[in-house]
């Protein structure tokens, strides 16, 4: 059974800086791809950056620059550091393994809140 269970949540002043993690079972973790999304406050989901196993990353351009996507295979663990946070990160970020198409697992989503 996969599961995927996100920490590092919380609130913070515009600014700051979070990370999260993702620690991951039920999967051979360094041959999967890994992804985080969020869902800000009355909008969709969205991808914010991912990371395939050669370590190649690729984030959404509103947070290039800012946040950080990395794994640690030894730990079955995929990172978010979250720098220069703004009021507009704020929403639940979840991670994912994506399986091919639509199709992928999900955390349950840590809720991240900057305040201005």
């Known amino acids: 059974q996969v599961q995927l269970v996100e920490s590092g949540g919380g609130l913070v002043q515009a600014g700051g800086s979070l990370r999260l993690s993702c620690a991951a079972s039920?999967?051979?973790?360094?041959?999967?791809?890994m992804g985080w999304y969020r869902q800000p406050p009355g909008k969709q989901r969205e991808l914010v950056a991912g990371?395939?196993?050669?370590?190649?990353?690729n984030y959404a351009d509103s947070v290039k620059g800012r946040f950080t996507i990395s794994r640690d295979n030894a730990k079955n663990t995929v990172y978010l550091q979250m720098n220069s946070l703004k009021v507009e990160d704020t929403a639940v970020y979840y991670c994912?393994?994506?399986?091919?198409?639509?199709?992928?697992?999900w955390g349950q989503g840590t809720q991240v809140t900057v305040s201005s």
């Open positions: 994912r393994v994506p399986l091919g198409g639509t199709a992928g697992y």
């Open positions: 039920g999967i051979i973790f360094r041959l999967n791809a």
């Open positions: 990371i395939i196993r050669s370590g190649s990353t």
